[in-house]
């Protein structure tokens, strides 16, 4: 115990006390996420455990005892972005020696020895599966001398779902709910499947324990996630199983979903989005390419033309679906006619939403081992070329919608306007429109009469 407590003398009061902290006076704990909605996810459910262990949650990095970086590395800016501010980290840990600072998720997976090496400030590195162990990890690292070589964590872990664990709700009216972990698509650009691993279904049974529990916290529009929810088995159930059994649940009003494979996307799921009035109709579909060769270069196994059929079935399938879409252009050997096809398809398929980026190598992909051969002055003019076009067809799509009736689900006061409310429509798009008595999580029928940007402003109707 003596060498316990002089161990821990560079501690906060609350750090110092024995673990686990069960009178919930434990360190401070701050978070910072980045990257996609699986991460957001995954910081819940670390919150959860460490609640659980007595730590508490902190607004900002300087006043925490603890400091973990969740990080992304799906693009370059992104880890950029993440190593970015872990070179602020090591100032904060001058100023605070005995605070821990602890690297999480992809960028922790795939680049854990570099991370220790090249940043000797950071205590613990710990990959996506390896989260359950963060409490002991923290434990050990609060009693370790200083100087102490960092903590290292990255097991893949088959198994892993987390099911059995809450995320920490942080309010609202909408959640995400990770159903399926990990992926087996090894698409030759991404470098998911090396630091998530392998694709793996959580039990139905859980998932609608979680939304019930979100439900019963005020949650009324719930995204379902995975890195490929089309793959989603469990028992003899497929997604669609999965996306209606959610939708059937009381207190739910809508329920979300994403990202789909196209190679994996079923008619039936279409279906059962166009027969269930709370599954919202949008689809977010990557298709990554126009090109057939380009696809294959990337290990999409699907053709341009199956792609187009998926679209014409889903909206016969599903009436008023809103389509959303990721685009990466100059992949290594892209030819201006390749791209071209990328273009005409966009213009094509008119997606309410895009999301568009220019090609960067990621380590241990396949792609990383052929040259990136698209200069950035083609890329960035593809890129510029791209965003225009879709910003012209997300506006037209917009304007249609003008003079029509929807819901909107109120999810908070207007952010510029506090006698607005501020909600979505079931297919996703924002409106601002005068509070009366309604509440947050209320369904409130509106006439969408114009726009501001990309935000609607709606009136009421009786
Ligand atoms: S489907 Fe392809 S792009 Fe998506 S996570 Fe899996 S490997 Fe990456």
Not at 443 to 461: I, N, Q
Request: glycine share 6%; net charge neutral; aromatic share 6%.
């Amino acid at each position: 115990m003596h060498e316990l407590v002089t161990l821990q003398h560079g501690l906060s009061e609350s750090a110092r006390k024995p673990f686990p902290h069960s009178d919930g006076t434990g360190p401070r704990v701050y978070i910072q996420t980045y990257g996609c909605q699986m991460n957001v996810s995954d910081s819940q459910t670390i919150e959860s455990m460490l609640a659980d262990s007595g730590y508490r949650f902190c607004g900002s990095a300087e006043e925490a005892d603890v400091v973990l970086i969740n990080t992304c590395m799906i693009r370059e800016t992104a880890e950029v972005r993440a190593l970015g501010q872990l070179a602020n980290l090591s100032a904060l840990k001058k100023g605070n020696p005995s605070r821990v600072i602890g690297i999480l998720g992809c960028v922790a997976q795939a680049k854990r020895r570099e991370i220790l090496e090249s940043h000797p400030y950071v205590d613990i590195v710990v990959g996506p599966d390896s989260y359950r162990r963060l409490p002991i990890l923290l434990e050990e690292r609060f009693i370790s001398p200083p100087g102490s070589p960092g903590l290292l964590e990255t097991t893949l872990l088959r198994e892993e779902l987390y099911d059995d664990i809450l995320p920490r709700h942080h309010g609202g009216v909408t959640a995400f709910v990770t159903i399926i972990r990990g992926c087996d698509k090894f698409c030759s650009f991404c470098v998911v499947p090396r630091t998530r691993g392998r694709e793996r279904s959580r039990p139905l049974p859980s998932i609608l324990r979680e939304v019930e529990h979100l439900s019963s916290k005020g949650v009324r529009d719930v995204m379902l996630l995975g890195q490929n929810v089309d793959s989603y088995r469990w028992e003899g159930h497929d997604f669609a199983d999965c996306l209606a059994a959610v939708a059937d649940l009381d207190g739910i009003s809508r329920v979300r979903y994403m990202t789909s494979h196209p190679s994996d996307i079923s008619d039936k799921l279409l279906e059962t989005m166009g027969g269930h009035s709370k599954i919202c109709p949008y689809l977010h579909l990557p298709v990554q390419a126009g090109s057939n060769r380009i696809l294959r270069e990337m290990n999409r196994p699907y053709t341009r033309e199956h792609y187009l059929g998926i679209v014409t079935r889903a909206r016969r399938l599903v009436p008023g679906i809103a389509l959303s879409t990721d685009v990466i252009v100059g992949f290594p050997s892209e030819t201006d006619a390749e791209f071209e096809e990328t273009y005409s398809l966009m213009n094509e398929v008119r997606y309410d939403t895009a999301f568009m980026f220019k090609y960067s190598e990621r380590p241990l992909t396949k792609a990383s081992r052929i040259a990136d051969d698209v200069p950035d002055a083609v890329k960035v003019s593809r890129l510029e070329r791209l965003i225009e076009l879709q910003q012209k067809i997300a506006r037209e799509r917009n304007e249609l919608q003008l003079g029509t009736t929807t819901e909107v689900l109120i999810e908070g006061p207007a952010p510029k306007d506090k006698s607005m409310w501020s909600g979505r429509t079931p297919d996703f798009r924002p409106v601002v429109f005068p509070k009366q008595e309604e509440q947050v999580g209320d369904l409130v029928r509106v006439r969408l009469d114009s726009l501001s940007g990309f935000t609607f402003h709606a009136s009421r109707l009786p």
